[in-house]
């Protein structure tokens, strides 16, 4: 489950259990013992004799990157304690703030809404990057260059059916939806159909109105089934970066727009990690800098669709890319 903007219910859930997780230490994860050495990145093991704790969000995504980080870290000669899988946003979050944990890969519009309480979004991603990285500055969080990767919302279709509309964008559905609005049928998520940052904010920045007998409300599950195998939605909420997307053999629309905000994964960083150990910088942005959103997709495809394991499709690729090798 992502723990973006419409995800409050879960984030506050993870407040509660950072609380828990303090309670028993946080320093209790497991550590990599995965007999890596250096590719391109890491040589001459700049980490050595450091302890590092990597940690992640419970989703399939971010679990795979937060074991990225982990493996380059140990390539490079760190002793390294896995963490990932945290329960929520603000639990991972506060792992690093207080020091439980030392990097992440956490989401610009996450951080910009959920965590810095700012209602509207920065269109340019970059600038976006820049607010969140001084919004957190003096509050024990350090923000290296974010990724392409942007793990933001879409609409999905099904390639059969958009063959007949040829829908691009969100405003090519808008069009549909003032000539014909009895085909616009759309499947969501409860929240998603309510808040303004959701359905009726998209509609008002569009220009449309979808009838409300026409919007089905589901479990996030559910609607990629129901987008690609039935009729019952012509377009279903989706996550631009979900495996399922290619599997399930979707396009999504374009947000032309810029309604929603922009999810542009980049490592966040403890502070006093950072300014300790500053090479951290350069032995990840070799890393960020081959993120993109197709990458994401495929990665996720491995673990959400074929069923793998998130931590060996993270040391695979990341092998296959050559930036560490096996030892």
Known sequence: MRTHFLRAATAV?????????????????????????????GRGQPLKGASLTVTSKNFSENIVLGQMIGLIFKAAGAEVLDRTNLPGSISS???????????????????????????E???????????????????????????????????????????KYRLKTMSDLAKLARENPSAVTLCVEN??????????????????KIPPGNVKKMDAGIIYTQVSKSDSCLLGEAFTTDGRIKAM???????????????NAAPEINAKTLAKYPVIAQLLDPLTKRLTTDVARQLNAKVDVDGQDPHEVAKEWLIEEGFIKEG
């Open 191 to 208: 929240e998603f159909a309510s808040r303004e940052d959701g359905l009726p904010g998209m509609e008002k920045a569009y220009g449309m």
């Open 93 to 119: 979050r506060e792992a690093i703030v207080q020091g439980d944990a030392d990097a992440m890969y956490e989401y610009t519009g996450t951080a910009w809404i959920t965590y810095q309480g700012n209602a």
């Open 249 to 263: 053999d979707l396009d999504i629309l374009a947000d032309d727009r810029h309604f929603f905000p922009n999810y």
């Open 13 to 41: 859930a993870g407040s509660a259990a950072v609380l828990a997780l303090a309670g028993c230490g946080l320093k209790s994860g497991s550590p990599l013992v995965d007999e890596v050495v250096p590719g391109s990145v």
């Open 121 to 163: 979004p920065i269109d340019d991603p970059h600038k976006q990057w820049e607010a969140v990285r001084e919004g957190d500055r003096g509050k024990g969080v350090a923000w290296l260059p974010q990724s392409a990767l942007n793990n933001t919302y879409t609409l999905a279709i099904s390639k059969k059916n958009n063959a």
